[in-house]
């Protein structure tokens, strides 16, 4: 059996019952089970449709997420995840770049790293190299004034946890962001790349290995083998292209609100939804969503 998951854009609640019957019954599912009104919800099928992604296409532009994916298994033990345009809503190396006067070139070269455009390593370095000089005291201006989560973040992570769950944030981006990151939502821990610093002052420099693609790779390896579960319980959830090798590892994979070439090699894609999405495709209703 599979599920169906249609999910609508939690500020702007528009998912009728005429768009789920009709899929209802065009691919021979059960009854619809309401999941949030006109928010979410899902129905089960006897098998995967030939034509769902012309379907998710339709879906798409009524400006809805719909999701298919075999019932079995699908409530996961533990939630892998980026940081930077996942769990928060900005690129923290581009607000830095930009209290240090060089914020469009380095967005541009986010840009095209995060779309798998230049090797993810030689970007990062670039990048940080521009940040030399930046007073370290930048960071807590930027956290303070510039970081905004991304919504559903606390529920989605005290959801889980409350299930017994475990979260882990791993990023691209550096450990003096992922700290108050991951303390605000509740990570059990966090991994991220180290800026160095000399007298208060940014080196443009960061601490080798680097963290990237392989490393986020390992650490789904490592964690999921220290707390006795498999991959394949695992939910994890990015937008760039160095995403893509955890995604493609979990037992769930989530593009959320990813770039083109990231989405397209992703089964599961949250275009319009909030991180609460990663709630309702496991199954969540939206009372039974913890909040802390």
């Not at 070269?109 to 190299?129: K, P, Q, S």
């Not at 990151?181 to 966090?190: I, M, P, S, T």
Request: aromatic residues 4%; proline residues 3%; charged residues 25%.
């Amino acid at each position: 059996m599979h599920v169906v998951t249609i999910l609508s854009n939690p500020n702007e609640p528009h998912l009728e019952a005429s768009l789920l019957d009709s899929l209802r019954n065009a691919w021979g599912g059960d009854d619809v089970v309401w999941l949030a009104p006109s928010q979410a919800a899902e129905f089960e099928i006897p098998q995967l449709p030939d034509n769902r992604w012309d379907v998710w296409g339709d879906v798409q532009r009524m400006g809805l997420d719909m999701v298919v994916q075999p019932v079995e298994g699908r409530q996961k033990k533990m939630l892998l995840a980026d940081m930077d345009s996942t769990m928060i809503q900005q690129e923290c190396i581009d607000e830095l770049a930009d209290e240090a006067g060089v914020g469009e070139r380095v967005a541009s070269i986010t840009a095209r790293a995060m779309n798998g455009e230049l090797d993810f390593e030689g970007a990062l370095l670039e990048r940080v190299g521009l940040l030399k000089g930046l007073q370290e005291s930048v960071i807590d201006k930027v956290l303070a004034d510039r970081i905004t989560l991304m919504p559903g973040g606390r529920e989605l992570i005290a959801t889980m946890k409350a299930a017994g769950g475990y979260a882990a944030l791993v990023s691209g981006g550096f450990t003096a962001f992922t700290r108050q990151v991951a303390k605000d939502l509740g990570f059990d821990e966090n991994h991220a790349n180290i800026l160095l610093v000399e007298d208060g002052v940014l080196t443009g420099d960061v601490a080798r290995p680097i963290l990237g693609r392989e490393a986020k790779v390992a650490a789904l390896e490592r964690i999921s083998k220290h707390l006795q579960i498999e991959e394949s319980d695992v939910i994890a959830v990015g937008d760039g292209a160095n995403d893509l090798g955890m995604l493609g590892r979990a037992g769930t994979g989530v593009a959320l609100h990813a770039k083109p070439t990231v989405a397209a090699q992703c089964d599961v894609r949250i275009n319009f939804g909030d991180l609460t999405s990663l709630l309702y495709i496991q199954g969540y209703a939206k009372h039974e969503f913890a909040t802390s």
